[in-house]
């Protein structure tokens, strides 16, 4: 009976042990109240776009009480490797990463993984391994130049002959944002990309390569920029080189500050309007969501609008998030759909 007795409480102790071990393993980060909680993120850096991601991520993390700690990998992805260890080691309650690569994704996932700390990756794919992430948000590049393509087709008569500056040569959102313009173009007859070139989100960049093609006497009546600094870059060309402004149809592909001023000065015809605030908030409100419980998205694509000259400053996005924005980004987390009439 002795034997048996302790062979019983044996057991029962091993049962007691791996039950509280799974309970805690369960139990990590959801229970705790939301002040506790600590949400690491990383981000390339803090200037232009980042600085409204920032601002919108900041908004919610602030209005739903929790704790975050903001590092940053330079599109480097050593560094973001290096940032993500660090928050590992301060052992955060969920991660969250705008990655450079979909290979670095991959790397900081599985790390994350094997860390039992939940992972979301923003604004890149994530390669193909055995790290996974909660959930993926972005911008659907792909669909949003396309539908830039078949807006402008739809909105400007006769044949169009397109010159277009991207981002950043070899990222995946440039590469997307590259194959949505090349499938629009490719279903019209009348629409043609004359040249394409790599404007690195700087102004002087773009407005040398914008020159170059105005001094070459390149046949073309559209001009497009990935980015408002590429845009700012095309128009100061235009403005300096003699040419009639009013030959060349300029879009932007952004919608940031720049623009808004641009197209108040008659410099921009179109723009496609996406703000990093918006998508920042909806960033931390899904993290939010998925440590609550609460329905959130695994794969979600941000808000975009087509715009003109005319009813810009009614219907764009603004990079600036204040609390009115708070149940669009609420109803974004639940549903993955943009309800413009919660905006008041």
């Known amino acids: ?11 029962l102790f091993v049962i ?3 039950v509280s071990f799974s309970v805690a393993f369960a139990n990590k980060g959801e229970d705790k109240p939301m002040e506790e909680l600590e949400l690491g993120y990383v981000i390339p850096y803090e200037i232009g776009w980042y ?3 920032v601002q919108g991520f900041e908004l919610v993390a602030k209005e739903h009480g929790v704790k975050t700690t903001r590092l940053h990998n330079q ?7 290096t940032a993500v260890q660090d928050l590992i080691t301060r052992d955060v309650d969920v991660i969250c990463v705008t990655s450079p690569t979909p290979e670095s994704a991959q790397h900081v996932a599985t790390l994350a993984n094997e860390a039992d700390i939940p992972i979301q990756v923003t604004e890149t794919t994530i390669a193909s391994g055995p790290g996974k992430a909660f ?3 972005d911008f659907d590049w792909y669909e949003i130049n396309e539908a830039m393509i078949d807006a402008l087709r739809k909105d400007e008569k006769g044949e169009l002959k397109i010159v277009y500056i991207a981002g950043m040569a070899g990222s995946a959102p440039v590469q997307l944002m590259l194959d949505g313009i090349y499938a629009g173009i490719d279903k019209y007859d009348d629409v043609e990309l004359i040249s394409m070139q790599y404007g690195e989100y700087k102004i002087d960049k773009s407005m040398n390569i914008m020159q170059d093609w105005l001094q070459a006497g390149l046949d073309f009546n559209v001009a497009i920029g990935a980015c408002q600094e590429i845009t700012e870059g095309i128009i100061q060309a235009i403005n300096q080189s003699g040419v009639d402004p009013d030959s060349i149809v300029v879009v932007s592909s952004n919608g940031g500050p720049m623009d808004t001023q641009n197209i108040a000065e008659g410099e921009i015809d179109y723009c496609m309007s996406y703000s990093p605030g918006v998508n920042g908030a909806i960033y931390a409100r899904n993290v939010i969501a998925y440590m609550n419980g609460e329905p959130y998205q695994e794969l979600a694509y941000g808000p975009y609008v087509w715009t003109n000259a005319d009813n810009y ?4 996005l603004t990079w600036d998030v204040t609390e009115e924005y708070l149940p669009l980004v609420d109803y974004f987390v639940e549903t993955g759909k943009y309800d413009a ?3 008041k």
């Open 51 to 53: 600085t409204y991601f």
């Open 1 to 11: 009976m002795k034997k048996r007795s302790k062979a019983l409480c044996f057991v």
């Open 75 to 81: 599109y480097n992805p050593q560094e973001e490797l």
């Open 341 to 343: 009439s919660l905006l």
């Open 313 to 316: 400053l009614d219907i764009y």
């Open 16 to 18: 007691f042990v791996m």
């Open 135 to 137: 959930a993926r948000l």
